[in-house]
């Protein structure tokens, strides 16, 4: 089931830049950059009282990001829903028609397991779901 808003993923051409437009805009600095190479991506994490914002920049030409920037420009990415059970709700959301855009849930960036949903089945959002990785 999903809990809450996680985070709020917003595409950015420069991780720099865009930190320190974020610092002013939010009143506080980022708590964490992360490097995810899997997704070809550099993130950057701020804390907004439960919820977090993370800027994304593409870490080479082809990875999604550099897409989406190039199709349609910064902005908004995705939404991300934190969830108790990744697995269950995978298996929850196929069974109720939605495109899961991922065979299996990975690793994603601030110690998450993360699946994607289509936004062509989810009114043209791309949904990510996650949940914090026990190890």
């Known amino acids: ?66 897409k989406f920037i190039d199709k349609k420009g910064e902005g908004i990415h995705h939404i991300a829903y934190e969830v108790d059970d990744i697995y269950a709700e995978m298996e929850r959301l196929k069974l109720e028609g939605f495109d899961v855009l991922n065979k299996e849930p990975k690793m994603g960036a601030d110690n998450k397991l993360i699946f994607f949903l289509h936004p062509k089945s989810t009114n043209g959002v791309l949904v990510e779901l996650c949940q914090e990785r026990k190890d």
């Open 1 to 66: 089931m999903i809990k809450k808003i996680e985070h709020i993923g917003i595409a950015v051409k420069n991780l720099n830049h865009s930190n320190e437009l974020f610092k002013k805009l939010f009143g506080a600095s980022h708590y964490k950059i992360e490097t995810v190479e899997s997704e070809g991506v550099g993130t950057s994490f701020f804390m907004l009282g439960e919820t977090k914002i993370e800027l994304l920049e593409a870490t080479h030409p082809e990875s999604a990001i550099a």
